[in-house]
Structure formats: C-alpha cells, structure tokens
C-alpha cells in the first residue's frame, strides 16, 4: 500500500514529497517484501513451516495545516495497498482519534480529507488506524497498521501577560540602570517550528524612565537620581511580540505601576527661624507650654526629628521632646516662672533626622535650627510663705495664750497686696491653737501636757486680703517641751517576797523607779524610808546610787503563821529642778523559800512555775473540767429518765414480750402495786386510773386459823375472777399493742395451812422487842427509832 500526501507548503515537506512520490512512483512503496520461514522441528523429526505474511504498505506521518478557513474540506493524503488492482474489490477504513467526525476516508480511493478546521493548541496530533479489506468477502487484506497525523502551527496566538495591572517599587535616587522587575509573556504557538513563539520585549509608556531588555524583560531605570518628592508614581506599558518583532507578528502588553519609595534625603525644615510664645507665671512644672514643629518632606523613619534645646538659657528652665504621632516638639517646664524675678526667656530648638543615610551625606547636615523668644505672663499668685515647714516648741503647762511662735507670708506679687492668716479648721490642732489673723503669730488655747501629747501638727493657710480664693498652706510643728511636774515612783506593784529563811543583811529584792518626766529629767533618783516613821526594825533600805535601791533584812528568821504581810513605804527623789519626791508602799509577802539559783519563790508560787503554768491558764483549765463534768452528769440524767417505747418499731409487726422491770421502794414507797387489788377485784376496778393517789390505810385484823381454810376459796375464786375481768379488759382495750402481750399478775395465795411467814399478817397487837434503846444511839438513828415508834403506835391503836 502507499500514501500519497497533498502539495507541500514548505521546502522541507516539498523534499520529503517529492521523495515519497518518486520513490512510490517506480517502486510503490513498500515493495513486496519476500516472506521468511520459520522452522520448527516436530517429534517425528519433521519439520513444522510458519509462513510470515508479507507486508504490502507503509506509511509515514501525515500533516495538515491548523484553522483551515476554506468551504471544502482540507486533503490529508493517501492510503493505497498492493492489492488494489483498481477495480473497486478493496474497501478502506479508517479508526482512531477523529475518526468519522474530523477525519473521513474514501472507501474506494483511499484518501483522507480534514472536514472540520483544527487547532494546534487544543490537540497537537491525532492517532488514527487504516485498513484494507475485501469488498466482497470482508477479509482483511492487509493487516490493521496505526499511523499519526500531526496539525501543523501557524502564527495564531499573540503573546499574554498575566494578570495585571504588576505594581511595582524602586528607591528614589537610585542609580542608572537599577533593576526594577522582570516581567514575562507567553506564546501558545509551537516554539520549536518558527518564529510564531519568539518573543520580544519593549516600552510603549514610561519612557525616557524607564527602558526593558527586549529578550529577558528585566525592566529597569533610565534616568539615575530619580526624586520622590517630585515624582512619586509612573505609569509603564510593556509590549510583547512574536516573530521576533518583525512586521505581521502579533503582540500583547500589559501595565506595569512603578512607585518611588522614600528614601532619606532631604532635613528637617522649620518653617520660619524665630517663633514666639507665652507662658504664665503660674504654668505648672512638668506640664506643656507650648508646641514647635520643623517639616520633612520625606516619610517614615526617615522624618523621625529629635528636638533639643541647644542654649543653656533655655536648656535650665524649659525641656522638649518629640511627639511620635505628629512629630512636634513639645516645650515643657522643668522650673517655676516668676514674673518679677525674670521676664523673658530665648530658647535655640534643633531639629535633626534619628536616620540617616550616609550615601546621601554630599547633599549637607540632615538638621535645622530655629529661635524661639517666651514671654512670662504676670499672674496674680497665692502668698508665699518664707519657708516650707515651720517648728516651734512651747513648754508644757504654760498658761492659755503663750505665744509659741510666728509664721510668715507675702504677695509675691508686684503690688505687695496684705496677707491674711488663719488655721485648717478641719484639723485637730485648732482646739490648742490660734493664730492672729494679721501677724501670723501662733498662740495656746488651753495649757498642754507633754505626757499627754509631746507634738502637735497644725496647718497655717494664708491669702491675699483683696483675693481670698487664693490660698497657700503652710505646716507646722509644735513641739511641747517638759518640766519636772510628775514625781517618781517604784516601778513594780508585785509583792515582793521575803523567805522565812531570811538572814540579817540578806538584800531581799532590788527596786527602780520609773518617771513621766522625759529622761532629762528622769535619769537620776534617790531613796529613802519615810523619816517621819519610827526605824522599822524589819527592814531597811539601801540607796546603790544607780537610780536603783536594795531592801535588806534587819533580822532572821520571819515566821509566815506568826505575820505573812509587811508594809513598807520608799519614798523616791527625781533629780529634776525643782527636785519631786514621791512615796510608794511595797507589800512584802513572807513565804517558805525554795532555793532556785538567785530566784527565790513560795512552794505554792514553786510548784505553779515548776509546771509551767500560769494561774489564768490553771483556771481556765480547771473551768473546762468543770464544764465537762456537767455535761456528763447531764447526759447520764437524761438517759435515765428517758423511757423507752413500748414498741421498738412501727415495721416490726411480730410477738413480743413486754417487761416490766420495777423495784419497790421499801416501806416508805407508797406509790407501790398494792396487793390487796388482787384480794379484792372491785376495790382494783374502783382505783384502777387512780394510781397517782396514795392508798388509804387499812386496818388489818388477823382471823383465827379457823376461819383462814374457808377464806381460800373465796379468795381463790376472786383471783380467777379478777385475771377474766383483766383478760377482757386487754381484748377490748384499743391502745395496746397490736399483737399478743404476756401480762404478769404474782399472787401467791393463802392456802397454806400453816399460815404465812410475812409480817404483814402476823398475828398480836404488839411486838415483843422494844426500839426504845435507839434513841440512845445518836443522832444517826434517831429516824429508824421514829420509824418503829409510829409502827408501834399504829397496832396500838
């Protein structure tokens, strides 16, 4: 089979078509290729032939020109086999990409036509498959071979910039030929065939600025020292075109912002070289007074400015600092204006750059200068006083009105205005203090103590008389000075403890005194016993001439039995001027003495130390016990008369036994069961709900043993009577318990023939041992003789 192929566009297809048709001409490619055999050796030593087919076409790639705009549809080329002879007895089909819809075959001839327009961008190359069957029988005549069809570029897509606008930034002032940015186009055409994809770059807006190199794009500056502040924001249009820029080549282009970004190069300008500003003398330390501001035309960091006052005039009195936000130097005051004293003030402000760039050091110093004249404003002020904190003292006891000193205040003012004095009313001091009004001169109220209150702080207020409401303050302290007007004293009112054991000599305790007087006064005491008195011949005193004195023993042996306490009376002397004495009377406690060291104590003093405890805390102990031991016995008491339930539980629903365990009380007990209810029922019905009420008396009479025999019975018939009634009572009483109960009633009887053993019913109208001799035996019997002497007189009766 052979391919015929249209007329070739360009040199390179024309050679291969005129080589494929030549060579298909006079050969018809292929040319019967003579067949191989292949052996294979059978078992019986024969041999098995494999016929190979013989190839009868081939074919090479085929080409057709991309976006076809003719009516008919575009030749492709030419399938033939060798074994079409012509006649129509061979049928070609075609299969694979586009088959059928792009690419159509004739069934007869074999050519292949384009019915539909391609693009080389959307698919490149197409996969097709041929083959040559028998009209009639459908047999392949040659076997299925695959070939391909390439669609061949032209020039049909111009070059495409990304999205833009692209922004931009390149420093100010930079130099010739300072790369700003690379841009980049593309070309959907085939780079390999042509110049359809061949790009050049070049500048259609932002010249003579800026300038790009045509092959790489890399935009760059045209122009060297390029200055923000004139010319902030270029604008630039960048082309590309394909074949390589020659004429009929397509372009795109696209904008591209460029924007200077600052750099420092320009200083700080004040606007004007002398400025003025007013201050009042009364401006407030520390506060702003006033605002300069020095411009810079560039941004940022670059025209950050740090002011400062350059002159010593200014730098002592005024400071200045910079605002972050505005950049302004605000003026504060570092020390107070006074009008009178200095007027007028000139402050030399700098400004200079924080930044700065060195490379730009040729265009001068990056700072400016500028004067700055303030006047002081006069302003009516508060007096002054002379100094800031007055002290004064005054003796203490002096007499209401004394005079303890004086303040002083002026108008600081040019016309000298009269001051007025007075006092903070809202402190304390008032009540012991005043102040005249026009000299300021401080006197007492009332006389003052030292012991009382040694200092007093008071605050003086002045203001001008022809303006009260300005007012100035003042404080002062007042010190209250002593005089020797309070007499020593002993400075311990314990006992003092004298040992029976004492011997004549012995120093029995040593005594100080103490005080109110300050210690000027205080230091020096001396003592002595009374003169007055008579010589005591117990004790006597020693002065150690150390503020200090010892009581000695004048005697031995002190007896506690025969006189626990002394009295003795010291009197002391300050050495004050003039001289106080005063006179105090120590207890002396005599006691049996254990030796501990140096301290001597009493046993019962001993044995309270020796434990470790103080009397308030031996005290509160002992409380506490007390107090537990109440709750104790309250707690026992409540347990015993509390009664428990006949029912243990509601939900306990069972037989139980109920137990009654009562004692009697004796013969006095009259609250007792009374035994005569079983002997008589009727008298048990009539006092049954009457156990509250004590149970007459009854005579008894004693029967003969006659009679006793024919009593049994009856007796016996009222016990069984008695339980009936009792056994009814329970059946029908609604308020016991809810089951069976075991009632007990103990009766012992009278059928003994030999009567009873008790004493209730033994026989006489008096006993034969006589009690008399009780009332002989004291007072411990005297109830037990009174007790058998009522008996006695009840059976007599």
């Known amino acids: ?213 045509p092959k790489t794009g890399i935009i760059r500056t045209a122009l060297s020292e390029m200055d923000r502040e004139a010319r902030e924001h270029y604008t630039v249009v960048i082309q590309a075109k394909d074949m390589a820029g020659q004429v009929g080549g397509l372009s795109g282009s696209t904008t591209i912002n460029i924007t200077l970004t600052d750099v420092n190069d320009n200083p700080p300008m004040f606007p004007q070289k002398n400025y003025q500003l007013y201050v009042p003398e009364s401006a407030q330390v520390g506060k702003p007074v006033g605002k300069i501001k020095a411009t810079d035309e560039d941004l940022g960091i670059n025209a950050d400015i740090k002011y400062s006052i350059i002159n010593s005039e200014g730098a002592n009195t005024f400071s200045i600092s910079t605002e972050r936000d505005t950049r302004e130097g605000i003026i504060s005051l570092k020390k107070p204006l006074n009008y009178e004293r200095k007027k007028t003030y000139t402050l030399h402000i700098e400004g200079t750059n924080t930044h700065v760039d060195p490379r730009f050091s040729y265009l001068g110093s990056f700072k400016d200068t500028a004067t700055l004249k303030i006047t002081v404003g006069d302003v009516d002020e508060a007096p002054i006083f002379s100094i800031d904190h007055y002290i004064m003292d005054v003796y203490e006891n002096s007499p209401s009105g004394t005079e303890v000193g004086a303040v002083a205040a002026r108008d600081p003012d040019s016309r000298n205005s009269p001051v007025r004095y007075f006092l903070d009313s809202k402190e304390e001091g008032v009540r012991y203090f005043r102040i005249d009004e026009s000299s300021g001169l401080i006197r007492t109220t009332q006389s003052l103590d030292r012991e009382d209150m040694s200092w007093h702080n008071i605050t003086v207020m002045a203001s001008e008389v022809d303006n009260p409401s300005l007012l100035s303050h003042v404080p002062v302290t007042v010190q209250v000075l002593d005089v020797n007007d309070n007499p020593p004293e002993i400075a311990t009112d314990e006992e003092v403890i004298v040992c029976e054991s004492s011997r004549p000599g012995q120093v029995i305790q040593t005594v100080t005194a103490v005080d109110k007087d300050d210690f000027a006064n205080g230091q020096r005491f001396s003592f002595a016993l009374p003169s007055q008195l008579p010589v005591n011949p117990n004790f006597t005193l020693k002065d150690n001439e150390d503020s200090s004195a010892s009581i000695i023993a004048r005697r031995r042996r002190f007896n506690q039995q025969t006189q626990e306490l002394y009295e003795l009376p010291i009197v002391v002397w300050d050495g004050g001027e003039p001289s106080l004495s005063g006179t105090s009377t120590l207890t002396l406690r005599v006691c049996p003495c254990q030796r501990h060291g140096k301290v001597r104590m009493c046993q019962g003093e001993a044995f309270l130390s020796s434990a470790g405890l103080s009397t308030g805390a031996l005290i509160a102990i002992l409380l506490c016990i007390v107090i537990l031991l109440a709750i104790v016995v309250l707690f026992i008491t ?25 004692e009697g009380g004796g013969e006095e007990d009259t609250e007792a069961f009374d035994i005569i209810a079983l002997r008589n029922p009727a008298a048990a019905e009539e006092f049954k709900f009457r156990r509250d009420i004590r149970p007459e008396k009854r005579k008894h009479c004693t029967l003969p043993r006659s009679h006793r025999a024919a009593a049994v019975e009856q007796d016996e018939s009222d016990v069984h009577e008695f339980i009936r009634q009792r056994l009814v009572e329970a059946d029908m009483d609604t308020s016991v318990p809810p089951y069976d109960s075991l009632q007990t009633y103990a009766y012992e009887g009278q059928g003994s023939p030999t009567g009873s053993v008790s004493p209730l019913d033994t026989p006489g109208t008096q006993s034969e041992q006589d009690y008399n001799y009780l009332d002989n035996w004291g007072p411990q019997f005297q109830k037990l003789a009174e007790l058998y002497a009522e008996a006695e007189s009840e059976v007599t009766a």
């Open 1 to 213: 089979m052979r391919i015929s192929a249209p007329s070739c566009l360009c040199p390179f297809l024309v050679c291969l078509c005129f080589i494929q048709r030549c060579y298909g001409a006079s050969h018809h490619l292929p040319a019967k290729v003579p067949s191989f055999r292949n052996g294979t050796k059978l078992a019986n030593g024969e041999t098995e032939v494999h016929h190979r087919p013989k190839r009868g076409w081939i074919w090479n790639q085929f080409f057709v020109l991309e976006e076809h705009l003719g009516t008919e549809a575009q030749y492709v080329g030419k399938l033939h086999s060798n074994s079409d002879k012509g006649d129509g007895s061979v049928r070609y089909i075609l299969s694979g990409d586009g088959a059928g819809n792009i690419f159509v075959i004739d069934e007869v001839t074999g050519d292949i036509s384009a019915t539909k327009s391609l693009d080389r961008e959307s698919k490149s190359h197409y996969v097709l498959h041929a083959q040559a069957l028998d009209r009639n029988t459908e047999e392949a005549l040659e076997p299925k071979s695959e070939f391909i069809i390439k669609v061949q570029d032209i020039n049909d897509n111009a070059p495409t910039f990304p999205d833009g606008p692209v922004v931009a930034t390149v420093p100010e002032m930079s130099e010739l030929g300072t790369s700003v940015l690379q841009v980049t186009a593309s070309d959907a055409d085939d780079p390999t065939y042509g110049n359809s994809a061949r790009i050049v770059y070049s500048v259609l807006q932002g010249q003579p600025y800026f300038s790009i190199d």
């Open 638 to 662: 409540l347990r015993r008369s509390k009664k428990e339930p006949l029912i243990i539980s509601e939900e306990d629903i069972r037989e139980n036994v109920v137990t009654y365990d009562d």
